[in-house]
């Protein structure tokens, strides 16, 4: 489904006013709408490379490596709270030119784009959330604390390699896989600690009334990370939310299925206009 004529992919970084210079992926029509993607924990915007050579060329698609992941310069002892992350992404479409997008997240990034939608909603065209729920206390995650508390520097590729494959239910690529588990890597243990302590804390249970903007929560039969329950009471408690279940399927969705993915994102942003 590689669509000709899409704009080659630039990797650059950019220094935020929030103090932290991040790298991201940009690709697509300057004019067209941009679409900002936010990655899972220990990730990269490589997340999003299955997805990206699929998008039409229309969009203008920002894949950004937040704070403390990929190839962002800096990792900052703090600063790995949701709200945290939230404040990069309005400062990183601050120094880009980006008045309003389509956010997209898979995971931790999901929480990051709910927390974007509450902190600046007139910014947020629509959500799209991956693998997501109203809060991040899950068992799976609790138990992932614990092992990673005990990390010391150098993580091990195995220990990579078993987290990445405990998100994946349909087989992906080996060499998309091994490339993930490279990114996981470039994370030292105390971001690894830092990053999965800020997600553990996100609640918007009570808030996610105040999320009105259009939103589609996609998430995989048989993902691993949250409880069907978990996730069916995210769009149960926005106001203006669809939902979907991708069959034989796991917590990674677009890594598994990219292009029933973009087949769905592009047919969300079609039958939701202009905000």
């Known amino acids: 489904m590689k669509r000709e004529g899409t704009t080659s992919l630039r990797v650059a970084d950019v220094q935020l006013a929030t103090g932290v210079r991040i790298n991201y992926a940009e690709q697509g029509d300057p004019a067209g709408h941009p679409l900002i993607l936010l990655h899972g924990y220990t990730d990269s915007w490589f997340s999003y490379s299955r997805v990206l050579p699929l998008l039409s060329p229309t969009y203008h698609a920002y894949a950004l490596s937040q704070r403390g992941h990929g190839d962002s310069e800096q990792r900052p002892a703090d600063g790995y ?13 601050n120094g880009t030119g980006v008045a309003q997008a389509t956010v997209v997240g898979h995971s931790m990034g999901s929480f990051v784009a709910q927390e974007v939608a509450l902190a600046a909603p007139e910014r947020v ?13 899950s068992e799976s995650l609790f138990q992932l604390r614990q092992e990673v508390n005990a990390l010391e520097d150098p993580v091990p590729e195995e220990f990579a390699r078993e987290f990445q494959l405990s998100t994946i239910h349909h087989p992906v690529p080996d060499d998309f896989l091994d490339r993930a588990v490279a990114e996981s890597l470039k994370l030292p243990a105390r971001v690894w600690r830092a990053a999965l302590a800020g997600q553990l804390a996100a609640d918007n249970t009570a808030r996610l009334g105040s999320i009105r903007m259009p939103t589609l929560a996609l998430r995989g039969e048989h993902d691993t990370i949250f409880s069907p ?14 939902s979907k279940i991708y069959p034989e399927t796991g917590h ?13 994102l592009e047919e969300f942003i079609a039958s939701t206009g202009p905000r």
Do not use: K
């Open 125 to 137: 065209a629509r959500l799209v959330l991956i693998g997501s729920a109203a809060d991040m206390r």
């Open 252 to 264: 990674a969705l677009h890594w598994e299925r990219p292009d029933e993915f973009v087949s769905d």
């Open 229 to 242: 329950a978990a996730q069916e009471a995210l769009p149960a408690g926005l106001p203006n939310a669809t």
């Open 81 to 93: 709270t949701m709200r945290d992350a939230a404040a990069d992404v309005v400062a990183f479409m």
